[in-house]
């Protein structure tokens, strides 16, 4: 089969490989028929997520057709056309019986690498180096789905895989992020980042009662759909003014009541030259000033809702402000089965419709052009659709 | 369960403290010898340079300030003075002790450098060498002679391995899953194989670092739901015992697995290196196996990715001959 394989750095390759196989009991075989590019994939084309090997297959958002299950699958029959959770998840531990579905205790064969940088390791994830499990990704012509009892979810004909494909991830991550805030009828929410997560974490903030959206970015096309496509009732762009004082400004000195982080690692120029500097050293590995803007313009009480990806240790941390305003982190990679059920109920029922976001769709063997283009912010890129 | 056999280590400190020359206050005596070392090489390659006699030239400079020589003397410091027992960082410390020994008297052969002053250089580093390998020997993991518990009292030396594990399942469910000895090599990686002689007895074939060991094994305690004591017989390849207790959880939350195991590995030069990789390795392998222990009782099996169903190295992509039987 064609697979979009991870060569290197700012290096992918679309491959012929051989086709994926039932390995364990729970397995199903998937026929892709679309599958999208990840904001956080682009963290794997950068060369920033240890543990990644040349001939890696990419993609954790995906759906398709079941063209083959293992025996001990009731859940899904040849056929049957799903969309697929990027964690991959036992559903039986008592992290998935608790509906932490990403944390998951038992899906990782590579566990203990996790477990050396973060002290416990969570759930294993599609094309998303071997910390992750070491498992071939979606963005291929065919991929091995395991515990296909727990995650794939059966989606109508009458939807079209655009309407549905992002139920896989960024849906549901951009809905958690919101969700964590606890909003309250009235709230005010302040969103860092208008990629695709960002988008639907603020049309999810105005789905679950806020009565206002602060969207932030630097690209004008991103704050655009923003407030055109998700709703956000304002857009704030961090290059032109100082964000500290304008969300001061728009919530009479108050603050948000809740601040979402959905950004890439990104800020203003002095900020994240500092922070970039600091990683070239390796003195930290990710750049969090959308974190840290995020804590100090919180209302005291508020709660910052981190969904942006991490993956190691920070410097700056605003840990006084936190501390002393009363405030409250939450943050997790998205559980999306506990999502996804009730999202395509809400995509039924026309509350969203997520296909608002693709703005390119290429033939999976030109993978690494939308990688390169989704990097460069080239041709207003905000989500890029293979189609194998 | 008693606390105190489950933390060794603090009966072992109170014991340290008595004995005449205490190893750790001496390694943590090298820690900070190491920083300030690493630290003058880092901060002034060139006085330090005139100081052994060797050219001050831009080269060896440099070098002073590399990997291999300053900023290892600090990453190892650091590792000292961070480890509670830092027998391996005080290994690394000999290993480097050698290089530097080496390097010095490479540089004795030319003449741009002051040979007098590289003679006392190297008489200092040889002396400080002794001391780093003595206090290694001394604070090495197989010095940690676990006394005191019944099955372990026959060994002089050995290698102990604590882990635990918490499953979603009731004790008496655990107990019966592992007490079925015969299947535990279908999941857990390193067995070959259990074959039952009797009720009590079995026979084991272990496959770690390329070779096969064998022994057999008698039930020295069974307490259903609760606890399973071995230990092997006379004719073993690696000379063990260990105990497997089944706690419940608080709040009901399933069950808690306790292993605790002895390893003590032939006698000579083979079993001691044997043992040192054992030393360290053990831990790893024992969790390693109660996670598939965890895996096999939660979820009937343990799950394999693309790249994990290698033993070495492999991309996370799909592969011939990774069919099995499904």
């Given at each position: 089969m064609r697979a979009n394989c991870w060569i290197g750095k700012r290096h992918v390759e679309v491959r012929n490989v051989p086709d994926p196989q039932i390995i364990n009991r729970q397995d199903a075989i998937v026929k892709i028929t679309s599958t999208a590019i990840c904001g956080s994939d682009l963290h794997l084309y950068n060369g920033l997520i240890p543990t990644m090997e040349s001939g890696d297959i990419l993609g954790h958002e995906f759906m398709g057709e079941v063209v083959e299950v293992g025996p001990d699958v009731q859940n899904l029959k040849k056929g049957d056309r799903v969309v697929v959770p990027f964690p991959i998840s036992c559903g039986v531990c008592l992290s998935c019986s608790s509906g932490l579905f990403s944390c998951c205790e038992n899906s990782n064969p590579n566990a203990w690498i996790s477990e050396k940088v973060w002290g416990h390791s969570i759930a294993g994830v599609f094309g998303y180096s071997h910390m992750m499990g070491g498992f071939a990704g979606g963005q291929a012509q065919y991929v091995r789905v395991p515990f296909a009892n727990v995650g794939p979810l059966k989606v109508p004909d009458e939807l079209a895989d655009e309407q549905v494909l992002f139920l896989s991830d960024i849906l549901p991550t951009g809905y958690m992020g919101a969700e964590m805030c606890n909003i309250q009828p009235g709230d005010v929410i302040a969103v860092w980042g208008c990629g695709p997560v960002g988008q639907f974490a603020i049309a999810s903030a105005l789905m679950l009662g806020a009565e206002r959206v602060i969207a932030i970015d630097r690209i004008p096309y991103r704050l655009k759909m923003a407030r055109e496509r998700a709703g956000a009732t304002d857009i704030l762009n961090y290059e032109q003014v100082e964000i500290q004082e304008a969300l001061k400004e728009l919530t009479g000195g108050r603050g948000p009541d809740a601040c979402i982080d959905a950004m890439e690692a990104h800020g203003p120029v002095v900020q994240y030259a500092y922070d970039r500097a600091k990683q070239a050293l390796m003195l930290e590995t990710d750049r969090p000033i959308a974190l840290r803007q995020a804590i100090v313009a919180c209302r005291n009480g508020g709660t910052v809702s981190v969904i942006g990806v991490y993956g190691g240790f920070i410097d700056k941390f605003p840990m006084g402000s936190l501390m002393n305003r009363s405030l409250t982190i939450r943050t997790g990679q998205c559980h999306v089965q506990r999502y996804m059920r009730p999202l395509l109920q809400r995509i039924v029922d026309g509350e969203i419709d997520p296909d608002f976001v693709i703005t390119h769709t290429l033939p999976l063997d030109q993978a690494a052009e939308g990688y390169d283009m989704f990097l460069k912010k080239?041709?207003?890129?905000?989500k890029v659709v293979l189609k194998p | 369960m008693n606390t105190n056999a489950r933390f060794p280590d603090a009966e072992n400190d109170a014991e340290d403290n008595k004995t005449e020359i205490n190893y750790r206050r001496i390694a943590k005596g090298l820690g900070w010898f190491s920083l300030a070392l690493g630290a003058a090489e880092v901060a002034a390659p060139g006085i330090l340079a005139h100081l052994v006699g060797v050219r001050n030239g831009s080269v060896n400079r440099w070098l002073l300030r590399s990997p291999m020589y300053g900023m290892r003397e600090i990453a190892t410091g650091v590792g000292i003075l961070n480890h509670p027992r830092p027998s391996e960082w005080l290994w690394a410390r000999v290993a480097g002790d050698l290089v530097d020994l080496g390097t010095l008297a490479l540089s004795l052969r030319s003449d741009e450098n002051d040979r007098r002053r590289l003679t006392a250089a190297i008489l200092a580093v040889a002396g400080i060498t002794v001391l780093d390998y003595i206090t290694a020997q001394n604070l090495a993991?197989?010095?940690d002679v676990v006394t005191g518990s019944s099955e372990a009292a026959r060994f002089t030396k050995g290698v102990r391995a604590m882990k635990s594990v918490s499953v979603n399942a009731t004790a008496q469910q655990a107990y019966s899953f592992w007490r079925d000895f015969e299947h535990l090599p279908g999941f857990m990686r390193h067995l070959e194989s259990v074959t039952k002689i009797d009720d009590d007895r079995s026979r084991w074939r272990v496959n770690a670092f390329g070779k096969t060991f064998e022994w057999e094994a008698q039930i020295t305690e069974d307490e259903p739901n609760r606890r399973i004591s071995w230990c092997s017989t006379e004719d073993a390849d690696i000379e063990n015992s260990g105990t497997v207790v089944f706690e419940p959880a608080p709040g009901g939350r399933g069950t808690i697995v306790h292993v605790d195991m002895f390893y003590a590995p032939p006698a000579g030069s083979a079993g001691a290196s044997l043992a040192k990789v054992l030393g360290r390795d053990a831990g790893q392998m024992l969790a390693d196996d109660l996670r598939a222990f965890r895996q096999a009782i939660e979820v009937g099996e343990v799950i394999q990715s693309d790249a994990s169903i290698h033993r070495t190295m492999h991309p996370a992509q799909p592969s011939q001959e990774s069919r099995r039987t499904a």
């Amino acid at each position: 089969m064609r697979a979009n394989c991870w060569i290197g750095k700012r290096h992918v390759e679309v491959r012929n490989v051989p086709d994926p196989q039932i390995i364990n009991r729970q397995d199903a075989i998937v026929k892709i028929t679309s599958t999208a590019i990840c904001g956080s994939d682009l963290h794997l084309y950068n060369g920033l997520i240890p543990t990644m090997e040349s001939g890696d297959i990419l993609g954790h958002e995906f759906m398709g057709e079941v063209v083959e299950v293992g025996p001990d699958v009731q859940n899904l029959k040849k056929g049957d056309r799903v969309v697929v959770p990027f964690p991959i998840s036992c559903g039986v531990c008592l992290s998935c019986s608790s509906g932490l579905f990403s944390c998951c205790e038992n899906s990782n064969p590579n566990a203990w690498i996790s477990e050396k940088v973060w002290g416990h390791s969570i759930a294993g994830v599609f094309g998303y180096s071997h910390m992750m499990g070491g498992f071939a990704g979606g963005q291929a012509q065919y991929v091995r789905v395991p515990f296909a009892n727990v995650g794939p979810l059966k989606v109508p004909d009458e939807l079209a895989d655009e309407q549905v494909l992002f139920l896989s991830d960024i849906l549901p991550t951009g809905y958690m992020g919101a969700e964590m805030c606890n909003i309250q009828p009235g709230d005010v929410i302040a969103v860092w980042g208008c990629g695709p997560v960002g988008q639907f974490a603020i049309a999810s903030a105005l789905m679950l009662g806020a009565e206002r959206v602060i969207a932030i970015d630097r690209i004008p096309y991103r704050l655009k759909m923003a407030r055109e496509r998700a709703g956000a009732t304002d857009i704030l762009n961090y290059e032109q003014v100082e964000i500290q004082e304008a969300l001061k400004e728009l919530t009479g000195g108050r603050g948000p009541d809740a601040c979402i982080d959905a950004m890439e690692a990104h800020g203003p120029v002095v900020q994240y030259a500092y922070d970039r500097a600091k990683q070239a050293l390796m003195l930290e590995t990710d750049r969090p000033i959308a974190l840290r803007q995020a804590i100090v313009a919180c209302r005291n009480g508020g709660t910052v809702s981190v969904i942006g990806v991490y993956g190691g240790f920070i410097d700056k941390f605003p840990m006084g402000s936190l501390m002393n305003r009363s405030l409250t982190i939450r943050t997790g990679q998205c559980h999306v089965q506990r999502y996804m059920r009730p999202l395509l109920q809400r995509i039924v029922d026309g509350e969203i419709d997520p296909d608002f976001v693709i703005t390119h769709t290429l033939p999976l063997d030109q993978a690494a052009e939308g990688y390169d283009m989704f990097l460069k912010k080239q041709d207003d890129c905000m989500k890029v659709v293979l189609k194998p | 369960m008693n606390t105190n056999a489950r933390f060794p280590d603090a009966e072992n400190d109170a014991e340290d403290n008595k004995t005449e020359i205490n190893y750790r206050r001496i390694a943590k005596g090298l820690g900070w010898f190491s920083l300030a070392l690493g630290a003058a090489e880092v901060a002034a390659p060139g006085i330090l340079a005139h100081l052994v006699g060797v050219r001050n030239g831009s080269v060896n400079r440099w070098l002073l300030r590399s990997p291999m020589y300053g900023m290892r003397e600090i990453a190892t410091g650091v590792g000292i003075l961070n480890h509670p027992r830092p027998s391996e960082w005080l290994w690394a410390r000999v290993a480097g002790d050698l290089v530097d020994l080496g390097t010095l008297a490479l540089s004795l052969r030319s003449d741009e450098n002051d040979r007098r002053r590289l003679t006392a250089a190297i008489l200092a580093v040889a002396g400080i060498t002794v001391l780093d390998y003595i206090t290694a020997q001394n604070l090495a993991p197989t010095a940690d002679v676990v006394t005191g518990s019944s099955e372990a009292a026959r060994f002089t030396k050995g290698v102990r391995a604590m882990k635990s594990v918490s499953v979603n399942a009731t004790a008496q469910q655990a107990y019966s899953f592992w007490r079925d000895f015969e299947h535990l090599p279908g999941f857990m990686r390193h067995l070959e194989s259990v074959t039952k002689i009797d009720d009590d007895r079995s026979r084991w074939r272990v496959n770690a670092f390329g070779k096969t060991f064998e022994w057999e094994a008698q039930i020295t305690e069974d307490e259903p739901n609760r606890r399973i004591s071995w230990c092997s017989t006379e004719d073993a390849d690696i000379e063990n015992s260990g105990t497997v207790v089944f706690e419940p959880a608080p709040g009901g939350r399933g069950t808690i697995v306790h292993v605790d195991m002895f390893y003590a590995p032939p006698a000579g030069s083979a079993g001691a290196s044997l043992a040192k990789v054992l030393g360290r390795d053990a831990g790893q392998m024992l969790a390693d196996d109660l996670r598939a222990f965890r895996q096999a009782i939660e979820v009937g099996e343990v799950i394999q990715s693309d790249a994990s169903i290698h033993r070495t190295m492999h991309p996370a992509q799909p592969s011939q001959e990774s069919r099995r039987t499904a």
